[in-house]
C-alpha cells in the first residue's frame, strides 16, 4: 500500500519536474531564436514619428523606441546595430507580436487591461509616463477643454486615445466630431489643413507635431489632461525568460542614471568604481547576466550603446531635442518622479 503511494508521488513528482522543463525551454525560445538569427527584430512606430522613430534620407533610424531597441539588442547580442527596425502602426502592432513577425514590440503602446489579459502580451516596464491632452490654434481662443463642445478633433483611429476621447466628452456632457487617420502624420497634416480644429493625442506627440508646424508659436496645447498614459516595451507573455531580459534592460537604464553612470564614463566606471551597485550592474562582480542568459556585460554594453535612461529622455524628446518635453513624471524617484529600477543584488 505504501509503495503505491509513493510510486503515485514519483509519478507525480516526474510530471511536475517534466512540466517545469517545458515551460523552462519554451520561456527562453525568443532569446535563443535572436542569437542565432543574429538579429533583433523590434517593432516601431512608422519612421515619422519626432522623437520616438524617425528614418531619415539616408536610411538612419533615430528615437526613443529605436534607441531602446538597441540598448537591448546590445545586451542580448552584445551590438546595439543588430536591429531590424519593423515599422508599424497601432492597428497592426499586437498581431505582428503575437505572430512571431517582432521579438519585442518598443513602439509607443499604452498598458491597459484588456490589451494585457487578452491578446497574450505583456508590458516589460513603463519607459515613459504620458498623458493625453489636446493641441489647438490659439486663433480659435480656446483656453479649456470644456470649451470644445461641436468640435472636430484629430485622433488615431482605432486607438486608445480614441477611446478615452469618447470618454471624456461623454462625461462633460459635450459633443465632438472624431476626424481620424491611421498615423500621427497624417493627424498633423489634417490638423494643419484646417480638417479639425483640434489634435488629440499624448503630450509627447502633440509636442513633436508642434515642432515640425510651420509656425510653433500659433499652437497652444490646453490645460486639460484626461488619461495617465503608462508607456512600455512589450512582448509575448509565454516567454517570461525574454520578459526578464527586456525588464531588466530598461532597469539597467534606470539603474545607471541614478548611479551616475553615462555613456561618456561608463568604461572609467567599470575599470576604477568601488561602488558594490556600479560592480554588479557592470558585470565586475556576480553573475547577473548568466543568469538571464546573455554575457555579464550586458548592462554594460547597453549603457555604452545609448546612454543612461535620463541621455536617452534628454537626447530624442527632452531638453537637447526638437521636441522640449518637460521631463516631471519621467524624472528619478529621488527627483520628484516616477522612475526607479529594482536593486541589483
Same mark, same amino acid.
Given at each position: 500500500m505504501l509503495g503505491n503511494i509513493c510510486n503515485k508521488w514519483v509519478l507525480v513528482a516526474g510530471c511536475l519536474l517534466a512540466g517545469s522543463t517545458a515551460a523552462t525551454a519554451e520561456s527562453g525560445a525568443t532569446q535563443k531564436a535572436v542569437k542565432a538569427r543574429g538579429v533583433l527584430n523590434c517593432g516601431v512606430s512608422t519612421g515619422v514619428q519626432t522623437g520616438m522613430s524617425t528614418l531619415d534620407g539616408a536610411a538612419k533610424w533615430t528615437g526613443f523606441e529605436v534607441d531602446?531597441?538597441?540598448?537591448?539588442?546590445?545586451?542580448?547580442?552584445g551590438d546595439p546595430q543588430k536591429v531590424k527596425f519593423v515599422p508599424l502602426e497601432i492597428k497592426t502592432a499586437f498581431t505582428t507580436l503575437q505572430s512571431g513577425g517582432i521579438d519585442l514590440l518598443a513602439r509607443t503602446a499604452t498598458h491597459t487591461f484588456i490589451r494585457d489579459i487578452e491578446l497574450n502580451v505583456e508590458w516589460a516596464g513603463v519607459y515613459l509616463y504620458d498623458s493625453q491632452g489636446f493641441l489647438a490654434k490659439k486663433s480659435l481662443g480656446v483656453k479649456?477643454?470644456?470649451?470644445?463642445?461641436?468640435?472636430?478633433?484629430?485622433?488615431?483611429?482605432?486607438s486608445n486615445y480614441e477611446l478615452n476621447l469618447a470618454d471624456y466628452f461623454r462625461k462633460n456632457g459635450l459633443k465632438f466630431t472624431p476626424v481620424t487617420a491611421n498615423t500621427r502624420e497624417? @493627424?498633423? %497634416?489634417? =490638423?494643419?489643413a484646417g480638417r479639425c480644429d483640434v489634435y488629440?493625442?499624448?503630450?509627447?506627440?502633440?509636442a513633436g507635431a508642434v515642432s515640425k508646424l510651420g509656425s510653433p508659436n500659433d499652437w497652444v496645447v490646453l490645460p486639460e489632461l484626461i488619461s495617465m498614459e503608462p508607456i512600455g516595451p512589450v512582448v509575448r507573455?509565454?516567454?517570461?525568460?525574454?520578459?526578464?531580459?527586456?525588464?531588466?534592460?530598461?532597469?539597467?537604464?534606470?539603474?545607471?542614471?541614478?548611479?551616475?553612470?553615462?555613456?561618456a564614463n561608463v568604461d572609467e566606471m567599470k575599470k576604477s568604481s568601488t561602488s558594490p551597485e556600479v560592480q554588479r550592474l557592470l558585470g565586475v562582480t556576480g553573475d547577473f547576466g548568466v543568469k538571464?542568459?546573455?554575457?555579464?556585460?550586458?548592462?554594460f554594453n547597453t549603457i555604452k550603446a545609448v546612454g543612461n535612461y535620463g541621455e536617452m529622455f534628454a537626447r530624442n524628446v527632452g531638453d537637447k531635442s526638437?521636441?522640449?518635453?518637460?521631463?516631471?513624471?519621467?524624472?528619478?524617484? @529621488?527627483? %520628484?518622479? =516616477?522612475?526607479?529600477?529594482?536593486?541589483?543584488?
Open positions: 531602446f531597441c538597441r540598448a537591448v539588442a546590445a545586451g542580448v547580442l479649456s477643454a470644456k470649451e470644445l463642445d461641436g468640435a472636430s478633433i484629430c485622433v488615431s483611429g482605432g497624417q @493627424n498633423e %497634416k489634417n =490638423l494643419e488629440a493625442n499624448v503630450l509627447s506627440a502633440l507573455k509565454d516567454d517570461s525568460r525574454f520578459r526578464d531580459i527586456v525588464a531588466w534592460t530598461l532597469n539597467a537604464l534606470i539603474a545607471a542614471e541614478e548611479l551616475g553612470i553615462t555613456q538571464l542568459g546573455i554575457d555579464n556585460d550586458w548592462a526638437p521636441i522640449k518635453l518637460e521631463r516631471g513624471l519621467n524624472n528619478l524617484w @529621488n527627483n %520628484k518622479g =516616477l522612475m526607479s529600477a529594482p536593486l541589483i543584488r
